[in-house]
């Protein structure tokens, strides 16, 4: 049955532009609800020619929302229409374009559609969506090939990432990479510390077809983070970190030749692990580096007996009784010869005493009452030469708006010297170990500062500790130079005998040498774990005696202010007060189960992990920096590195225990090897406070050495108390956080500073600020007010109680500003105060 092929067509051949309606039999198709439409038969000359196609519809993604445009191009054709999955495509999607071949003078037409990601989803998982073109003419149809329209994507999650290995020099490495699934599907690349691997200009690498790389032989310069990049139209995805250690392991040298016999009859040789040196991670060498053999008796050195012991031991004597005769007459005559001269030489006596204790204390003031105080003025009129230089400009300028205190000294009118560090830190610590009392301080030059100071002051610092030592300038007398240690105790059998509910609170810190005259109290500053709320607290300072018994020497709150000893107890801080040297410690005793101390909660994981096993080490420890960064230390000596921030858990008194438990595991990948549902640390391990690195482990076990994503939660609390738990989300082959990170505070000072360098006050505008304020005002305007204005006004009677209040709240304020301290802030408090009479002076020549 005839049909009606449709509506006007426009035809152009040459110059003639004819408008036909075409009704014609004998051709005929169906499109469901639409008809075709032709146009008038080609010319004569074309009649038998089949349609073939200039351009076929391609294969196509659809890139997130954006359609896709498929063309057809076909000639010489009177009609082409799209089918799409078996059904034709609506006549109105079709974008018709109709030209003539200048060459053949063959008609030309070209036909358009866009194809939807909605279109395409609607059979989606059914099978392919596809379309093709078809083409007429007046001799029949042609077809083209099928083009595939397909939603593209990459997805997140790689099927398998490449693991971190350590590996032998020149040994071959083989990294896998199975890239997540797409379409298309993904092209890989291989990076090495974020630089793309190129195996044409590296012949060392080799990247298979299944996406591995390969390095034929390990070089020490491979060792780096190497990342599997995949990536197509849609995205880019980069895999985990895996970090490739090149490992060399150390080597013997040959055995030294044998020593001569000695005293003891023993011989000894050595060899070295240097032939090769371990390095980056290698092993050390296996065995002794140093043997002993036991001589003959021919061998054995023949040694005095009898009544030669005895004259040998005689001369001994005699020499040792002339050396020291000799050296105290030499001491007498150098004595004689600088007696009258500058009153800051050293006295002698102090370093050849070896700081013997002494009972002097010094004077105390005879009128303390808080108003009436009279400034001890004496110590400011000593000369001196050279330039006053601050710590932070050596033009000794300073330059603020509030007021000419701060304003520029004269240059060439002072010098205040800096004391000078002793050059041999090992003779130092063997001198103060020789001595009873010294024996049992740790050996060790990194947790110990120590340095030569006189009557100008000066600061001693434990680094990222939390601890040190300011001695105010005129605290050691003049005419006097002390060697002076600052040092954490960390020994097991050191630890104070604690009884009852008392907990240690605070590190124990020794400085020293003990019984040394000091005319002005020193300032020990050192961090506490309490929660600060001291209602709940009976807090001691606890000092050690010469004997080796430890005492009470103040509790908090009851203060005398009589007493060499004084404490203020900050937030996280406590300072002490303390006109002798010796080694203290915080102990606090509860008076309620409300109170708690502060635990700082750190979780460590190997850096690396190369078998099925993979452990999570919790701390519980004081939340003191001491303690930070005695974990942190020690976790890099085992390869750890923190999976989380750390936490701060409150832990009362309440004798109850603390438990630890993990959960939230993904099953199919990761199991715990615990047998228990939780762990548990007792509680007097934890309240006492004495054993440093309380922690526990959990054992954990991944299904396959490809499963790297672990997620799970960590919960701590305490038993019928609260608690916290923690969430944890990270890959085990990518170390994402260094170490020392942010949590460790990395204080980057120098360990010992002596003099004007260690303030930031200049000494001589710190006298100043003294003679002005230390003189009562009857409207208060003093130092009253200064310490009210720095918020010190709880210690008002024991500032009264010295013979220079201003410089004792000068010394606090030291102690709390030494890295952030703001002489301008300082200033606008003088300003405040209403001291604009004592600025107007300036220190010149004649003053000094």
């Known amino acids: 049955m005839p049909l009606h092929l449709g509506p006007f067509v426009r035809w152009r051949s040459g110059l003639v532009l004819t408008w036909i309606c075409l009704f014609s039999s004998g051709f005929t198709f169906t499109g469901g609800e639409h008809a075709a439409t032709v146009t008038h038969p080609l010319p004569a000359a074309f009649a038998d020619l089949l349609p073939h196609f200039l351009v076929e519809p391609d294969d196509v993604y659809i890139v997130k929302n954006k359609p896709v445009t498929l063309t057809c191009r076909s000639t010489p054709a009177t009609q082409i229409y799209f089918k799409c999955n078996s059904e034709w495509v609506h006549q109105d999607q079709h974008l018709i374009e109709r030209d003539v071949d200048p060459a053949t003078g063959l008609p030309v037409m070209q036909v358009k559609i866009d194809i939807s990601r909605q279109q395409v989803e609607k059979i989606f998982g059914l099978e392919d969506y596809w379309c093709q073109c078809v083409a007429w003419s007046t001799t029949g149809t042609q077809k083209s090939q099928k083009a595939y329209v397909r939603i593209a994507y990459l997805r997140k999650n790689f099927e398998e990432e490449p693991l971190g290995k350590e590996v032998a020099l020149d040994q071959e490495v083989l990294l896998r990479c199975h890239p997540p699934e797409g379409v298309p599907p993904a092209e890989v690349e291989w990076q090495r510390n974020e630089e793309l691997i190129d195996p044409k200009t590296d012949p060392n690498f080799f990247i298979t077809v299944d996406h591995n790389l390969i390095i034929k032989q390990a070089r020490l310069a491979d060792t780096g983070n190497y990342t599997c990049v995949a990536k197509n139209i849609v995205a880019r995805r980069k895999s985990s970190s895996a970090t490739v250690i090149v490992y060399v392991d150390g080597g013997w040298s040959e055995w030294s030749k044998w020593s001569p016999c000695g005293a003891d009859c023993t011989m000894w040789r050595s060899r070295e692990c240097t032939q090769p040196s371990p390095s980056t991670g290698g092993k050390e060498c296996q065995g002794l580096d140093l043997q002993s053999l036991n001589c003959t008796s021919e061998q054995c050195p023949q040694t005095a007996s009898g009544a030669e012991d005895v004259a040998l031991y005689v001369g001994i004597v005699a020499v040792a009784l002339c050396l020291t005769l000799l050296l105290i007459v030499l001491v007498l005559v150098y004595r004689r010869k600088k007696e009258g001269l500058d009153a800051d030489v050293a006295d002698s006596s102090i370093l050849t005493t070896g700081f013997q204790p002494m009972g002097i204390k010094p004077t105390k ?484």
Request: glycine share 6%; with cysteine; proline share 6%.
């Open 365 to 848: 003031p005879e009128n303390s009452h808080l108003l009436t105080i009279q400034p001890d003025l004496t110590t400011t009129t000593t000369s001196y030469q050279g330039t006053l230089r601050s710590r932070h400009e050596v033009t000794g300028k300073f330059s603020v708006s509030n007021g000419p205190l701060l304003e520029p000294l004269p240059n060439g009118s002072h010098t205040l010297h800096n004391g000078k560090l002793p050059s041999d830190p090992n003779d130092f610590m063997n001198r103060l170990s020789s001595q009873t009392y010294f024996k049992t301080l740790p050996r060790d030059n990194v947790n110990t500062s120590y340095g030569t100071f006189n009557f100008l002051g000066g600061r001693l610092t434990l680094p990222s500790t939390g601890i040190s030592l300011l001695i105010p300038p005129e605290a050691i007398p003049r005419g006097k130079i002390y060697e002076i240690y600052l040092t954490i105790q960390k020994k097991e059998d050191m630890r104070l005998p604690l009884a009852g509910c008392q907990t240690l609170l605070s590190p124990v810190v020794s400085c020293g040498p003990p019984g040394v005259m000091l005319t002005r109290p020193v300032i020990l500053s050192m961090d506490h774990c309490t929660d600060a709320c001291l209602e709940n607290w009976a807090i001691r300072l606890k000092k050690q005696s010469y004997e080796g018994t430890w005492e009470d020497v103040l509790q908090l709150g009851e203060e005398v202010v009589s007493e060499p000893y004084y404490c203020q107890l900050e937030v996280e801080t406590c300072r002490v007060f303390t006109e002798q040297l010796g080694r203290f410690a915080l102990v606090g005793e509860s008076l309620s189960m409300a109170a708690a101390k502060r635990l700082k909660l750190l979780m460590f994981a190997p850096a690396y992990c190369s078998t099925l096993e993979y452990n999570i080490r919790v701390y519980c420890m004081d939340d003191t920096q001491d303690l930070l960064k005695e974990v942190m230390q020690m976790e890099r000596q085992l390869g750890g590195r923190l999976i989380d921030e750390p936490h701060v858990l409150l832990f009362k008194d309440s004798y109850h225990n603390l438990r630890l438990s993990i959960h939230d595991m993904p099953q199919a990948h990761w199991r715990s090897k615990l047998l228990a549902g939780y762990q548990e640390i007792p509680f007097y391990h934890i309240w006492s406070g004495s054993q440093r690195t309380l922690h526990c482990t959990f054992t954990l076990e991944r299904q396959s050495l490809s499963t790297c994503d672990l997620t799970c939660t960590l919960c701590v609390w305490q038993v019928e108390g609260e608690g916290q738990s923690f969430t944890l989300d990270f890959n085990i082959s990518k170390d994402i956080r260094p170490l020392d990170s942010d949590f460790l505070l990395m204080d980057n000072c120098t360990p010992a500073l002596a003099g004007p360098s260690a303030f930031q006050i200049p000494y001589l505008i710190r006298q100043k600020i003294c003679s002005s304020l230390d003189t009562p005002c009857p409207n208060g305007a003093d130092w009253r007010l200064l310490a009210q204005r720095l918020k010190l006004d709880r210690h008002m009677s024991f500032f009264a109680s010295k013979a220079s209040p201003t410089s004792v709240i000068l010394d606090l304020w030291e102690t709390q500003h030494f890295h952030s301290g703001n002489l301008n802030q300082l200033a606008a408090v003088m300003a405040e105060i209403g001291k604009q009479e004592a600025m107007i002076f300036l220190v010149s020549d004649g003053e000094c």
